[in-house]
């Protein structure tokens, strides 16, 4: 058994591994000629991405430092981020530069080598079968707040 808020962190972790299973075996079900077309039709955009890329890498966070800054004022007191603020903030420096970088060999990689595109496939496949288990796994029976692993009352000590 489980407490509540194990459980939603599990079902959480279960939908992101989910979500990139499908990045994983996406390749293989667009099959061969699709990724070699697109492939000859993202050099010339790659630039403009790159530029939105930067765009956004300036942007989201001084967008986000905004925000928390308003939230801060609002209240009248400080206000500790949110976790989705890290997140986007780590995806913005760290991600976008990333796939800016190596889309175009990840492309390339995949439209010619069909080791690749099935590699990633059973990647895909495993994460998939991963994603299941942890969402199941947060539907577990779960510890009512205020009691112990065996369903006892705890007791609250209280120090003068």
């Known amino acids: ?38 492939e000859t039709a993202i050099a010339p ?14 942007v989201t966070p001084l967008l986000l430092f905004g925000i928390w800054t308003y939230t801060c004022i609002r209240e009248r007191h400080l206000v500790e981020p949110p976790f989705w603020y890290a997140l986007l903030f780590f995806i913005s420096t760290v991600g976008a530069p ?28 495993v994460l998939f079968t991963l994603s299941f288990a942890f969402q199941l796994a947060g539907t577990l029976p779960q510890i009512p707040a205020g009691t112990g692993a065996r369903g006892e009352q705890k007791q609250e000590t209280h120090i003068p």
């Open 45 to 58: 955009s790659v630039q403009s991405l790159r530029w939105t890329l930067l765009a956004a890498l300036a």
């Open 98 to 125: 990333l796939l800016d970088r190596y889309l175009d060999r990840l492309v390339t990689k995949l439209a010619n080598d069909s080791h690749a595109r099935q590699t990633a496939l059973f990647i895909g496949a």
């Open 1 to 38: 058994m489980i407490t509540h808020a194990w459980a939603e962190w599990v079902n959480r972790i279960g939908l992101i591994v989910g979500f990139f299973s499908f990045w994983f075996a996406a390749p293989e079900l667009i099959g061969e000629q699709r990724l070699k077309s697109w």
